[in-house]
């Protein structure tokens, strides 16, 4: 027998947990609880760059990213406040003939899902980026919509959505597993819950594991810094870049830039201290890109475990009847909103006009966690194996 009973409950008080019970209480259900095992947006939702790309390798990528971003700019009429989206523009440099190659590939598959997209050339990629080290590139991918928004202000701006639409917040609560169908087991006591949904960001595994079920979504150091002020950096003057090949990407904060790149050798796991030699290493290709960084101090360093599935592509879908399974995979500022409702509508009826979910759920990873989706080739170089533990 459950103590209590609810519509939904939602386990995890990140961006993808708390924007679902949020749209899951806005389509209608009563009593909708979210239980987060600490603080709301302790996870990675506080700790990351902020970056906001439609720009995406794939077109559920692209509807993602583009459905977030509208959502962002109708949050001040929805609920009264934002998560500081800044439209700030985002090229993607190409240094060899393949990245041209590709770079056209992909942007025509934008350009039809409608993200206003266009290729620069060379001299317009310096002109557009003064403080590029000038006849580097080969050109690239522009979009002038792109931006970031403040993690933290995310977070602030989804309390106040759950507050205001009566969103049932239980902090302090951990998620301990499921009874029956749907009986969720806490800390603090059993909920009989019509719908349930999984989150846990880079905990998603062993939220899973509690839940009974294999979930093949891992964690691993992420490292951003932000650099000193220098007048060269007015955010005028600098549209946000990912060197992607490198994994590096920058944009600007407070007058300096912010910037971070991931270790492709990093092992797996959760780590939040920060890595002196492989900051070196970031430091060294900023530098080598944007050059008046080179003399820069830093204002701020951080390390944290962010979320990642093997083919970097979202995870939406049912694992039960009852049961929703939702994770970014290491996009949840540019997707996570997207993901949340996508997430929501499959809870509620089993589709999304978000996009298709379908080739998203659980059941297209094999016993070893392998997917058969072709990996995002738009995404961080994160590690494309899940820890064994
Ligand atoms: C340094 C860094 C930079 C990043 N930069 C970007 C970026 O620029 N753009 C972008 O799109 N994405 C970025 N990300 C990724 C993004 O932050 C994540 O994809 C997103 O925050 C994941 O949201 P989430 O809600 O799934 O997970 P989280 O925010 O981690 O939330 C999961 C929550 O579940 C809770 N939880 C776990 N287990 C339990 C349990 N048993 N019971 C109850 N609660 C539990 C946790 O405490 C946590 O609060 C970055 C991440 C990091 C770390």
């Known amino acids: 027998m459950a103590d209590q009973t609810a519509d939904a409950v939602v386990v995890g008080g990140g961006t993808v947990g708390a924007w679902c019970a949020y749209f899951l209480r806005r389509a209608g259900l009563a009593r909708v609880v ?20 439609m720009q995406g390798g794939t077109p559920e990528a692209v509807r993602l990213g ?11 009429d929805e609920i009264g406040t934002d998560s ?10 190409c240094f060899t003939e393949a990245e041209v190659a590709a770079a056209h590939a ?12 266009r290729w620069l050339e060379p001299g317009e990629v310096d002109a557009a980026n003064p403080t590029l080290a000038p006849g580097l590139t080969l050109g690239g991918t522009f979009c002038a919509q792109d931006g970031f928004i403040t993690p933290p202000r995310n977070v602030a701006a989804y309390t106040v959505a759950l507050i205001r639409s009566g969103v049932e917040i239980r902090e302090h609560v951990a998620f301990r597993g499921l009874a029956a169908d749907s009986v969720v087991e806490t800390s603090q006591g059993r909920i009989d819950a019509g ?19 294999r979930i093949p979504a891992g964690g691993v150091r992420h490292q951003v810094a932000v650099t000193e002020r220098h007048p060269d950096l007015d955010p005028a003057r600098v549209p946000m870049v990912f060197d992607l090949a490198e994994g590096l990407y920058w944009r600007p904060e407070e007058g300096g830039l912010l910037f971070g790149m991931s270790n492709p050798d990093e092992p797996p796991g959760e780590n939040r201290e920060v890595d002196e030699d492989y900051l070196a290493r970031m430091r060294a290709r900023l530098a080598g890109l ?16 962010i979320d990642y599935t093997p083919d970097h ?42 996009l298709d979910t379908s080739p998203l759920g659980l059941d297209r990873f094999d016993e070893a966690g392998r ?15 899940i820890a064994s533990s």
Do not use: N
Request: one cysteine or more; hydrophobic letters at 45%; glycine letters at 14%.
């Open 313 to 354: 592509l979202p995870i939406i879908g049912r694992a039960r009847d009852r049961v929703t399974v939702a994770c970014a995979g290491g996009a949840g500022m540019m997707w996570g909103p997207g993901v949340a409702r996508a997430a929501a509508d499959v809870a509620l009826t089993g589709s999304s006009d978000v």
């Open 34 to 53: 979210l239980i987060e095992k600490g603080l709301l947006g302790q996870g990675a939702s506080s700790r990351a760059a902020g970056v906001v790309r």
């Open 106 to 117: 992909r942007l025509a598959m934008q350009a039809g899902l409608g993200v206003p997209v």
């Open 195 to 213: 719908l349930v949904v999984l989150t846990g960001g880079p905990k998603l595994a062993e939220v899973g594991r509690l839940a009974g079920l």
């Open 290 to 305: 944007v050059p008046v960084t080179a003399g820069l101090g830093l204002r701020r360093v951080w390390a944290a475990t």
């Open 371 to 385: 997917s058969r989706l072709a990996t995002d080739p738009i995404a961080l170089p994160f590690p494309e194996r």
């Open 84 to 93: 500081g989206f800044t439209e700030q523009g985002y090229l993607l440099p």
């Open 66 to 76: 583009q459905w977030s971003r509208r959502f962002y700019l109708s949050q001040r």
